[in-house]
């Protein structure tokens, strides 16, 4: 029950949240300090690189082009799409009703928020499972397209930069094609231990150069993800694999980071508890309204299936963080805490896996 297949393809990790979490709020700052604050600014590149990684593996779940992906596609943009706003109309109700001090404006607040709620890791399911938990899957992995595309006007707009929203998403797209590019001639020429350093740095120079414009490296790293299905000689499977070794540690500290940074604040706790319950109500809408466009291809309690809050979410508000510290504490709290809670309510709701195999 505690095992979860963070979305995306990746092969599952045993209660990530429940355990990775709490384990950062105990070492960081606010704990006993083994991880101080010093070495959270140095561990950003962690976040960078892991935003990168997860946009690759969703931009090659939805670059497959299949028809079967393009109809899940569909279904599971609603279904966000339904969170985003649930969440997001929610909060923003509730801080105009509440006055709360906040440091970003209240919409910008509310619509991160509920770009972090619309993120989903399904339950674990075996290889040769066909049933709903497998389409859940799917659903889970496609779910965060559109809220990746709104993320990274999100970002723009708390950051301040420059360049207006729209910009900012389309420079991310340009980057991740490029970039993308660039690395498939060098997959094409290398093998070996050679690849696995051309693999490693293509993803580096996404989130590198996503972080110094100030623009998002998941939108990037989906962008480059996508293209690399398309191009031949099989690229996409390279990644995959070559970036299958580095999953879980990508996934563990950027967990422990998220605890780690977790820090009180009047917005944040007030938030926390609304963040809960709105996330539950709109995954559980969300999927329903999903079920009822494909019924043919989606299982009727769908929403069940997508409460557990998997990386994604964690991962976007960490990244917030970098980019505006003040506004971001109260969206880290309320997301990393609510993630716990979603996934012993997601243990309550959804229905029983058995217990595989460690792998």
């Known amino acids: 029950m505690l095992r979860t297949q ?119 399911v075996s290889e040769s499972d066909q049933g709903p938990g497998r389409i859940a899957a799917h659903v889970a992995d496609l779910d965060d397209v559109l809220p990746i595309v709104l993320g990274g006007a999100a970002l723009a707009l708390i950051g301040a930069g420059e ?11 340009g980057l991740g094609l490029a970039i993308a590019v660039s690395g498939w001639i060098l997959f094409e020429r290398s093998e070996g231990a050679e690849r696995d350093v051309f693999v ?25 993800g996508w293209l690399w299905v398309r191009t031949p000689g099989g690229t996409d499977a390279v990644v995959t694999a070559h970036l299958r070794k580095v999953q879980h540690p990508l996934v563990v500290l950027i967990l422990i980071i998220g ?29 329903w309204v999903a079920s009822r466009l494909s019924p043919h291809l989606t299982p009727s309690d769908l929403g069940a299936y997508l409460i557990p809050p998997g990386v994604i979410g964690i991962a976007f508000a960490l990244n917030i963080l970098q980019v505006a510290p003040d506004p971001a504490r109260p969206i880290v709290f309320a997301v990393a805490t609510g993630a716990v809670v979603s996934e012993f309510i997601a243990l309550l709701v959804t229905r029983g896996q058995p217990d595989p195999t460690p792998v």
């Open 6 to 124: 963070a979305a995306l393809g990746l092969r599952p990790l045993t209660a990530p949240v429940i355990v990775f979490l709490p384990l950062g709020v105990i070492i960081g700052p606010h704990g006993l300090n083994w991880l101080s604050d010093g070495a959270l600014a140095h561990l950003d590149v962690v976040i960078t690189i892991g935003l990168a990684t997860l946009g690759v593996f969703i931009g090659i779940a939805v670059g497959t082009g299949r028809h079967l992906t393009r109809r899940l596609l569909a279904a599971s943009s609603v279904e966000a799409a339904l969170t985003i706003l649930i969440v997001g109309g929610a909060t923003y109700t509730l801080l105009h009703a509440w006055q709360i001090p906040s440091p970003a404006p209240y919409v910008l607040t509310a619509l991160t928020l509920g770009i972090c709620a619309s993120a989903s890791a399904a339950p674990w």
């Open 200 to 224: 490693l740095g293509t993803l580096a120079l996404l989130g590198g150069a996503a972080a110094y414009l100030e623009t998002s490296p998941l939108l990037a790293g989906l962008a480059a």
């Open 259 to 287: 605890g780690a940074s977790i820090q009180p604040t009047l917005a944040g706790i007030w938030l926390f508890a609304p963040y809960v319950v709105f996330r539950t109500a709109g995954k559980l809408i969300g999927g």
């Open 163 to 173: 360049t207006t929203a729209w910009n900012a998403v389309v420079l991310s797209i």
